[in-house]
């Protein structure tokens, strides 16, 4: 999650110095504060959405008395995710009905990669069992057209080939179309210009009035900061939006705009884009993501990429070998192979919380994971099996064949015995307790 990592960093490093000094005065709280609108204002968050939640923070602290408290750091840090989440709002859920036609219209600019983000939406629900169709609604671009239909085709997602060169009678064959098909979900690929004009809102208006619409969802990038604002009130002066899709979530942006895009608009921000990829598409949890910001983890959303990274089958397998105290290095590089899948241990660190004095940035993906592998690789199947029977002339051998030093060797060794004695202690409701950590719980029924 790079879009916010430099705010997390720059709030925590805040906080990192009101820790340090255990008991606050008056004075120093005020100066923490004012570090933080600082940083607030250097992420791009709109500035009336600054002043105020300083202030509010500020006031809590004055009637907590957060002065005389044995946490002030801490006591402060509650009141600010307090405050955060009250702006963000509740986690959206979108408004479709699983027995009902269902129509959603995405708006936006040219370039912010809505049409890419109509195949991603149209991909999450039909992984939720529903039956969506994309539907291409720009009539003077059939590049835009063509992408859709190519993206469709691609991913095996249902498209609207038809080509009506006028939005009513287009949307009402389409509409038809959804009811031959028996399909639930529309999703409208409404053109995108390089700035808000005239004749294209007039359109979107007359089509959002002549149909109702369950969603008018504004796709915004989350790298062109505040300029976001201006678009979403630009388009809301002609229709009504119900929520934002921020797409580039992956990138190194600032995150100011979607921490104001509610603030400003009154609307959630339902979906982030989070890759290139269809199925780079999340559900946006304003919670989960304040708690990252302030250094309180996010084991929700780790649990989940889990869940997606383990199979059914490798998940009860797991728990077997917990269960009967046959875990070997087999095991182990498959587990290694699954926080791969999750992202690698930079996403897993992002997601857990902070722990003062602990340098986790040390423990990246170069320094551990390609490392584990290729001394793993670089064992026979017995010594794999059995890693108890590693002797020394063997450890040089293995160090050798995999690029590292014994010492390299030595460490994994140490830690795979720990987890082992660490297993041998479980017993099979310890095992379902690990599991349900793991977000797998629910499959052991």
Do not use: C, W
């Not at 957060?66 to 009250?86: D, G, H, M, R």
């Not at 609604?137 to 469709?152: C, G, S, V, Y």
């Not at 400003?264 to 780079?280: C, L, N, Q, R």
Request: glycine share 6%; charged share 30%.
């Amino acid at each position: 999650m790079l879009i916010f990592e430099s705010l997390k960093k720059n709030i925590q490093y805040v906080f990192k110095k009101l820790y340090s000094k255990g008991k606050l005065s008056p004075s120093d709280i005020e100066n923490g504060l004012r570090e933080l609108r600082i940083t607030l204002l250097e992420a791009d968050v709109n500035y009336k959405i600054v002043k105020e939640l300083i202030s509010r923070v500020s006031e809590e602290a004055k009637k907590q008395n957060v002065v005389e408290s044995l946490t002030p750091a801490e006591q402060i840090i509650t009141i600010l995710y307090k405050e955060l989440k009250n702006i963000l709002g509740e986690s959206p859920i979108i408004n479709i009905k699983h027995n009902e036609k269902n129509l959603i219209m995405l708006v936006g600019l040219q370039g912010n990669g809505k049409t890419t983000t109509a195949a991603k939406l149209a991909k999450f629900f039909k992984e939720k069992g529903e039956f969506p169709l994309l539907i291409p609604f720009d009539f003077k671009r059939p590049a835009a057209r063509e992408q859709l239909i190519t993206l469709a085709k691609t991913n095996q997602l249902e498209v609207f080939e038809e080509k009506i060169n006028a939005p009513i009678p287009a949307l009402k064959k389409a509409l038809s179309y959804m009811d031959r098909r028996q399909i639930n979900v529309g999703i409208i690929d409404t053109a995108g210009r390089k700035e808000i004009d005239v004749e294209t809102m007039t359109e979107l208006k007359r089509v959002s009035d002549t149909f109702s619409m369950n969603e008018i969802l504004l796709v915004a990038d989350s790298t062109i900061g505040q300029s976001s604002l201006k678009i979403a009130e630009g388009f809301e002066k002609y229709i009504d939006l119900t929520g934002g899709i921020f797409t580039k979530y992956d990138s190194s942006a600032k995150g100011g705009s979607i921490l104001s895009f509610r603030y400003v608009t009154g609307k959630p921000v339902k979906f982030i884009g989070t890759g290139e990829k269809v199925s780079d598409l999340e559900i946006f949890h304003p919670d989960r993501i304040v708690s990252r910001i302030l250094g309180r983890g996010d084991l929700a959303t780790l649990a989940e990429k889990a869940e997606k990274a383990i199979s059914q089958e490798e998940s009860k397998n797991l728990i077997k070998k917990i269960k009967n105290n046959t875990f070997d290095m087999n095991d182990y590089k498959k587990q290694i192979e699954a926080i791969k899948k999750m992202g690698g241990f930079s996403t897993i660190l992002s997601s857990m919380p902070v722990m003062q004095g602990i340098n986790f940035e040390a423990m990246s993906e170069g320094n551990l994971l390609k490392k584990i592998e290729a001394i793993i690789n670089g064992m026979t199947k017995e010594e794999r099996a059995n890693p108890d029977i590693i002797d020394g002339s063997r450890k040089r051998r293995i160090a050798k064949g995999s690029g590292t030093h014994v010492s390299d060797v030595n460490k994994l060794l140490k830690q795979f015995s720990q987890m082992s004695r660490m297993m041998k202690g479980m017993n099979k409701t310890k095992a379902m307790n690990m599991a349900k950590n793991l977000g797998i719980n629910n499959r052991f029924h």
